[in-house]
């Protein structure tokens, strides 16, 4: 139930949605397994696997959760098996096989093989807290945030978001290590991307690095601007912050993680719903933290 990565897009107008209201819409387009001849499928499913509601609300935010099922059905077997099906058929009529006639063949083993294959079962994570304006989606990068958005959007009819940072905040990250103007609450580690502005796109990425080293300040000086950067906030959590302000690499401390230590191992449900009420808090908190540190509030 802990995110891992964020995406985190702001709601341009109010949403009036309950729990309810958003199961019953969701329910439309719930998960069903492909069909023998699909090659893949996605639809809502319950955010806890032992459940069966499609929402899960808890401390004013809604969790729910995106499956997507794919059918694996490599090429490389597919091409073996035309090129075995080619060769007997040369073989017997002493004719090449033309391209129209391979193509057919190919379409006809997928369509023989794509119900023997198997399927890989992959989830993407988010919340909705309409207190807070945010939709908030555990995504390592767009693509798969815009398949969650666009899914929902197309189950509740209208979905007016646009991303937290509409701008890069390249330059923010960089002031922040070139004059040592860090927010208070944030910490260096020791990892950082640099990307040079000119055309050689030139990239230095350090990992085990102080970043307040002389030869960091030199890549600085020669104009290179900060793309990702490790911090530490509040000791709360530790990431990786992109220049478009994804999260990457979200790791909650064990201070956090723990504080839901006490409820039974058998009262699961209620560990799950504790700890996204947690972690939820502390995502939404860390998201306001940097809304007000990178002025983002303005770009509305």
């Given at each position: 139930m802990w995110f891992k990565n964020l995406k985190v897009y702001t709601l341009t107008q109010s949403l009036k949605l309950s729990a309810e209201e958003l199961e019953d819409q969701l329910a439309q387009s719930s998960f069903r397994p492909c069909g023998n001849q699909d090659t893949a499928s996605m639809g809502w499913t319950s955010p806890f696997k032992q459940g069966v509601s499609l929402v899960h609300a808890g401390d004013g935010k809604l969790l729910i959760s995106l499956k997507k099922q794919e059918r694996i059905l490599p090429a490389s077997v597919v091409n073996a098996e035309l090129d075995e099906r080619v060769e007997k058929i040369e073989q017997e009529t002493g004719s090449p096989v033309g391209k129209k006639a391979k193509q057919d063949l190919k379409q006809e083993i997928v369509h023989q093989l794509l119900p023997k294959s198997f399927t890989r079962d992959s989830y993407t994570m988010g919340f909705i807290s309409l207190k807070d304006s945010l939709v908030v989606i555990d995504a390592a990068n767009?693509?798969?945030?815009?398949?969650?958005?666009?899914?929902?959007?197309?189950?509740?009819?209208?979905?007016?978001?646009?991303?937290?940072?509409?701008?890069?905040?390249?330059?923010?990250?960089?002031?922040?290590?070139?004059?040592?103007?860090?927010?208070?609450?944030?910490e260096l580690l020791e990892e950082a991307e640099f990307k040079s502005p000119d055309e050689s796109g030139a990239i230095i990425k350090c990992k085990h690095q102080a970043l307040d080293a002389e030869e960091i300040q030199l890549h600085l000086s020669s104009g290179k601007l900060v793309q990702k950067l490790a911090i530490e906030w509040d000791d709360t959590l530790t990431t990786l912050l992109q220049e478009d302000l994804s999260i990457k690499r979200l790791k909650f401390s064990d201070v956090v993680r723990e504080q839901n230590e006490d409820i039974p191992k058998d009262q699961q449900l209620a560990r799950l719903d504790a700890d996204f009420c947690l972690m939820s808090a502390e995502a939404i908190r860390f998201i306001k933290a940097l809304d007000q540190a990178l002025n983002l509030s303005e770009q509305n």
């Open positions: 767009d693509g798969k945030a815009e398949a969650f958005l666009a899914h929902l959007r197309k189950s509740i009819g209208s979905l007016p978001v646009v991303p937290l940072a509409r701008r890069s905040i390249s330059a923010d990250m960089t002031d922040w290590l070139k004059n040592d103007n860090l927010p208070a609450d944030m």
